[in-house]
C-alpha cells in the first residue's frame, strides 16, 4: 500500500472573463499548477452564456490541488469585495496524494 | 482615398459617432420610461443600441454588392468599414458613463437601485459577517468595484484584478469586431497581393462568390443563435419586444435624415449604399463588443435581456425585412428632397 | 484562517439526452445552483458517443453543491425505477465552503 | 405545385410510408432470424432500415444536379424533399411497437428476453433490495419504465420523468432532420428573395456550385465518422455485416418497382431522377433520427450495434457504390417495362 | 435516508498522448467504469497546448469511482518509471454511493 | 507515369530523403552551437526542420496552380505529392536518434545533460523514495523510458506501455499528414470518377476555386494559431529567432541547388514549379507530425519552444514571403544555369 499524504483541492468555478487574471494570481499565491474544463452553469447570476460558442464555453472550473496554505490564500482571495461581484463560486476539500509525488508542494 | 473624400469621411465619422451617442440616450430614456426596466438594464440595452454591429453591416454590403452590379446607384463609400469601427464605440462609453453614475446614486450589488424593488443596500450576503471568526477584516463590500469604494483598503491584490478588468474593458471598448474584419480584410489583400496580382485578380469573382456564400452560412447560424435567444424574451414584456422591433426603423431612419442633412452641408449626394449602410450603423444593435464590456464592467445587469432583443429580435429583423425597407427610405429621401444641382438618375423602385 | 461550513456535493453522469430534465429536476428539488461538464466514459451501458460531435459530448457531468437534505431528495430521485433504465451514475461527498458563501443554501 | 402533381405527391407520400413500413418489418425478420440478433437489437436495427437518411437523400440529389444538366432524363420531382421527410417517420413506428410488445413479453432490464442468453429477470442488479434500510419503499424495478409498470406507485418525479421523455420523443420522431432541410431550404429561399430577386439569380449558379463543395466535405466527414463506427462491428458476425450489405440493394429495388407500379396505375412516366431518389429514400438507412429514438426510448439495446450497419456499413456503400448501381437498375425497369404510350427517349447507359 | 457505501474515487489528469493505454490499463487492473473529460492546465511540464484545437484539448481528466484495492493498483500503475516520464497527476478520496448502486464494484 | 517518369521520380525521392536528413544535421549542430539551445530541445528542433510541412506544400500548389493557368513554366510534376509524404520522416528519424545517444549520455528525466545547468541525475522527484513503507520495490527511477533502463525490472504493466508507445510512434512517423492529403486527394478522385466522368469534368473548375477559397480560410487560422505561438518566443533569445526566419531560406536554396544537380545528372530540365516546391519541402519546418512524435518520444523537450519557430516564425514567413523569394531564387538557378541542350523559354520576371 503506497503511503500517501493528504493535499487540499481548491475548485473554482468562474465566468471565462475573469479566467486569465484568477489563473495568474493563484500561481502567484504559490499553487504549483492547476487544472481548468470548460462549463456551464446555474448560480445567483442566472445562466452563464457565450453567445456563439454555446453554453458549455460560458464558465470555467478550476481545480487546484495544493497545500493547506496556499488553499486558504485562493479562498481569502477569491472572496475580496472586486471579486465578488462577478459570477465566482469556490469550494474546498481533502485528497490523498501518493508520498513520492510532489507536483502540488 | 482623395484629399476632399478624406475631408468628407472625417466629418461623416465624427457626425456618426455623435448620432449613434444620441440613440444610446434616447434608447436609455425610452427603456427606462416606457420599458420600465431596471435603470442598470436599461442603461446596458443602450449601449448595445449606440453601438453598431459588423455581421449586420457585413449582411448589407453583401446585399449592396449583389445589386450594384445591376445598378451602380447601390455603391457605397469606400471608407465605410472604418466607419463601422468608428460607431461601434458610443454604445460602451453611454452605458459605462450611466452605470457609474448609477453606483454612485447607491446602487446596490444586485443592479437594484434605492426605490427600485428588491433594493438591499446591505452588501453582498456575508451576513454571516459576524460570524467571520478571525478572517482577515473586511469590513462591508462597498457598492460597484472599481469605482465607489467606501471603507476597506484596496488589498494589491484586488488593485490587479481592477487594473485588470480596466485594461480587458480598454481592449473590448477600442479593439472591437469592427477592426479586426477592417485589418482582416487588409491583411488578406496583402497576402495574396504578395503571391502575384494574377492571383488576386482570378481570386476577386471567385472571393465575391465566396463571400457571399460564406455570409449565406453566417447567416443561417446567427438566426439559429438568435432563435435561442427569444426565450428569454418571455419575462421582458411587449413594450421592450416592441422597442427592439421598432426602434432600429427610427434610429436608421434619423441616421440616414442626419446623413443627407450633411450631404447638404457638403453640396455633394451620396450614393444610396452610403445611405444604407450608415442606417444599418444606426439601426443596428451590437452582440459581440457590448456584451463583453457587460460582462468585465456591469456584472450586476441581467446576462440574458440585452441579448434576445440586440440578437433575438433586431438582428432577425435587421437581416430579413430591415434592409429592403432601409433601402426603400433612403430612395425616398433622395428623390423628395435633392440636394441642389445633383439630380439622381430614376432608381427603379424595388421589384 | 476564514471559518468554512461543511456542505454536501452530488456529482451525477448521465446521458446527453436526459439532460434537462434532470437539471429542472435538481432545481425543483432545492438546489440552488449546479455547474455541468459534457464527458464521455464507460460504464454498465458500454461507451456512449454522439456519432457527430464525438464522444466528448456523449454525457454529462453535474456538480451540485447544496444542503444534506436536498442532496438525499436528488439522490432519492436519481434511484427510482423510471430514472434507472438509463445510462446514469451518481455518488456524493462533503465539500467545505465559506461561511461568507450562501450561493448553496 | 398543379393540382394533378398534387394528387401524384399525396398518392406516391403514403406509397412511400408503407413501403418503408414493410421494409421495417422485413428487416426485422430477417435480422431475427437470419442474422440471429438479440429480439430487441433486431427491432432497433429494423427501425433504422425503415426509415431513410437526409444524408444519402442530399448526396444522391447532388449527384443527380449534376447529371441533370446535360441528360434532363436525370430529372426529379419537386417534392421529392416531402418524401424524405415523411418516409422518416415509419421506421421509429416499428421499433417502437416492437420493443412495447417485447416488453410485455416480459424483457429484462438488460433487454434480453426469456430463453436468450443472460436473461435476467430479477429488476436492476440492487441485490441489495434487503440491506436498504429505512429506505423509501421501492419495491422491485419492474421492468421497463414508460409502460408494463407493475407494483411501485409511479412518484410524481417519475410521472414529470415520463412525461418528459414522451415529449421528447414525440420531437424527434415528427421534427426529424428531413424536416428541417425542409424549412432550411425555403428559409434560404425566403431570405434571399427578399433581398431583391437579382440575388437569388446570381446565387443560384454560384448555390449549385458551392453546395457541391459542401457536399464533398460533408462527404468526407462523414467518410471519417462511418470508418469509426466499423470498429463496432467486430462483435456482430458476418451475417449482420452481410445484411448492411445487401440489404439496401434489395430494398432499393424493391422501392423502384413499386415506384413503377404507382407509375403504371396513373399510366404516368416518373423520371430516372425521381426513382432513384425513391430507391435511397427505400433503401438508406436512418444514423441521426433513429438514435435519438432509441436513446429516449429503447435505452437497453446496444448503443454501438446499430450505427456500425447504417453509418459504417450502408451509408458508405450507398455514396459510394450505392448511388449509381440504382441509377443503372432505374434504367433498365423504365426500358424493360415502358408504361403504355410513354416511351422514355433512350438514355445513354452509364459510360 | 437511503444507505451509502464508501467508495474510492481516483482522479488521473494526463496528457491526451497517452489516454488510450491509460483507459486500457484502469480496466484492465478491474475498474467498472470511468469518465474523461478534456481539459488543460499547468504542472511541472509547463502548459500542454493541442496547437490545433486549442488548449481545452491538451490533457484529459479521468474520473474512476471503483473499490479500495483497484485504486491502490491503478495508483501504483502510474507511479511506474515509464509512466512517470509524461505529464501525469493523480490523486484519490473518497465518496459515497448509494447502497443500491453497483456501478463501481 | 512513364517508366522514364517513375524512375526520376524514385531518385528524386531518394535525393529529397538524404537533403532533409542533411538539413536536419546542419539544423542541431546551428541551434546547439550557435543558438546556445539545450542539447534535447536543439535536437527536438532539428527534428521539425528536417520533416516538411503538409500546410506549406499546399499553400505553395495553390500559388502555382493560380500561376500556371497563365504561364505554363509554373507547372510542376504530378509525383511532388509522394515527395511530401517521403521527406517527411527524415525529421522524426533525425530527432529520435540523436535523442536515443543524449539518453546514453546520461541525460536527466528533466532532459538536462551533464554539464548544461539544472543537471540533476537523481531520477524523478522522489526524494521521498525512503519513505515509501512496503510499496511494491521500485528501484530507482531510471533515466529515460524504453531505452537505457537500468536497475528495476520492467513490470508488465511497463511492457504494455512501451510498447504502446513504440507502436504509437510508428504511427505518427510513418501515417504522416502528407499521406492523408495524398489518399485524400485518391479518395474524392475516386468517388466522384464513380459517380459519372461528367461530375468530374464540371467540377475540376470549381475544385480548384473551391481549393483556393478553402486555402485562404486555412491560411488565416493558421496565421492566428502562429501568432498565439509567437508568445512563446519570449524565453527563446534572439539567435533562435534569428535561425527561424533564415534557415528555411538556406535550406530551400540548397533544395533547389540539389534539384538543380540532379536535372544535370539526367541532363532533364525540371519545371519551375518542381524547383519550388522542393524548395519548400525542404525549407519548410513540420508542426503537425513531428509534434506528435515529440509529445511520445521525447517527453523532456520544450512542449513550446520548437513549436514557436516552425509554426510561429518559419511557417508565417514562408506563406507571405517565402513563396515569391523561392520562385525568384528558382528562375535565377535555371536562366544562369542552363542544363545543356535545354534553352528555358525567358520568363518574365515577377512583377
Ligand atoms: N450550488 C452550486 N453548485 C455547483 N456549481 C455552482 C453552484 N452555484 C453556482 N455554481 C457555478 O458557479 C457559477 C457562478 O455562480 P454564481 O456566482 O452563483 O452565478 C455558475 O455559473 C455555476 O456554474
Ligand atoms: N465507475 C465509474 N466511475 C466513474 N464514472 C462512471 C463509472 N461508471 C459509469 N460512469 C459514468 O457514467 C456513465 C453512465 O454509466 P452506466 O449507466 O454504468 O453506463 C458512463 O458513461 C460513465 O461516463
Ligand atoms: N497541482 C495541480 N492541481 C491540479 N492539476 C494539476 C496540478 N499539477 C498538474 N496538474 C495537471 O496535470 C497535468 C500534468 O501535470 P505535470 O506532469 O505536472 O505537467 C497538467 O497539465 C495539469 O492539467
Ligand atoms: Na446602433
Ligand atoms: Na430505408
Ligand atoms: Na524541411
Chains 1, 3, 5 share one sequence.
Not at chain 2, 445589386?67 to 468599414?81: F, V, W
Amino acid at each position: 500500500m503506497p503511503t500517501m499524504t493528504v493535499a487540499r483541492r481548491v475548485v473554482v468555478i468562474a465566468e471565462k472573463a475573469i479566467e486569465r487574471i484568477l489563473l495568474e494570481e493563484i500561481l502567484k499565491l504559490g499553487a504549483k499548477g492547476y487544472n481548468c474544463t470548460y462549463c456551464f452553469g446555474k448560480g445567483e447570476h442566472g445562466l452563464i452564456e457565450d453567445p456563439f460558442t454555446g453554453p458549455e464555453h460560458g464558465c470555467v472550473r478550476i481545480e487546484i490541488v495544493t497545500s493547506v496554505k496556499v488553499a486558504e490564500a485562493i479562498m481569502e482571495y477569491l472572496h475580496q469585495d472586486a471579486v465578488q461581484h462577478y459570477p465566482i463560486t469556490s469550494f474546498v476539500d481533502n485528497v490523498q496524494v501518493d508520498a513520492r509525488d510532489t507536483f502540488y508542494r | 482615398l482623395s484629399g476632399e473624400e478624406l475631408m468628407h469621411a472625417g466629418g461623416f465619422m465624427l457626425i456618426g459617432f455623435i448620432t449613434n451617442t444620441i440613440i444610446g440616450c434616447i434608447s436609455y430614456l425610452v427603456l427606462k420610461n416606457f420599458a420600465k426596466l431596471r435603470q442598470i438594464d436599461a442603461a446596458t440595452v443602450a449601449g448595445y443600441y449606440g453601438s453598431d454591429s459588423a455581421g449586420t453591416f457585413v449582411t448589407c454590403k453583401g446585399v449592396l454588392d449583389g445589386k450594384k452590379g445591376l445598378d451602380p446607384s447601390y455603391n457605397y463609400a469606400a471608407y465605410m468599414p472604418v466607419m463601422l469601427a468608428v460607431m461601434e464605440i458610443p454604445g460602451c462609453l453611454v452605458a459605462l458613463m450611466i452605470v457609474s453614475s448609477l453606483r454612485k446614486k447607491g446602487m446596490d450589488p444586485r443592479g437594484n437601485m434605492p426605490g427600485e424593488p428588491g433594493y438591499d443596500p446591505r452588501p453582498l450576503p456575508d451576513s454571516l459577517a459576524e460570524e467571520v471568526g478571525h478572517g482577515a477584516d473586511h469590513g462591508g463590500h462597498g457598492g460597484g468595484h472599481s469605482s465607489g469604494r467606501h471603507g476597506a483598503t484596496e488589498t494589491n491584490g484586488e488593485k490587479r484584478f481592477n487594473s485588470f478588468i480596466s485594461l480587458e474593458l480598454l481592449h473590448e471598448v477600442f479593439l472591437n469586431p469592427g477592426l479586426f474584419l477592417l485589418f482582416g480584410g487588409i491583411i488578406i489583400g496583402f497576402v495574396s497581393q504578395l503571391q502575384g496580382s494574377k492571383v488576386t485578380q482570378e481570386d476577386d469573382k471567385l472571393f465575391v462568390q465566396l463571400f457571399q456564400g460564406a455570409l449565406c452560412l453566417f447567416l443561417l447560424e446567427m438566426g439559429m443563435t438568435a432563435c435561442k435567444r427569444l426565450r428569454d424574451l418571455k419575462t421582458a414584456g411587449w413594450r421592450f419586444v416592441f422597442f427592439a422591433l421598432v426602434g432600429p426603423n427610427i434610429f436608421a431612419t434619423i441616421g440616414m435624415f442626419v446623413a443627407h442633412g450633411y450631404g447638404m452641408l457638403l453640396g455633394h449626394q451620396f450614393d444610396i449604399g452610403t445611405y444604407v449602410l450608415f442606417a444599418v450603423l444606426c439601426g443596428a444593435a451590437s452582440y459581440i463588443a457590448v456584451p463583453a464590456v457587460q460582462r468585465l464592467a456591469i456584472p450586476e445587469a441581467s446576462p440574458t435581456l440585452p441579448l434576445a432583443a440586440s440578437l433575438g429580435v433586431t438582428f432577425s429583423y435587421n437581416v430579413t425585412m430591415g434592409i429592403p425597407v432601409y433601402i426603400e427610405i433612403a430612395k425616398q429621401i433622395t428623390n423628395l428632397l435633392p440636394i441642389a444641382g445633383h439630380v439622381v438618375e430614376t432608381v427603379a423602385p424595388l421589384t
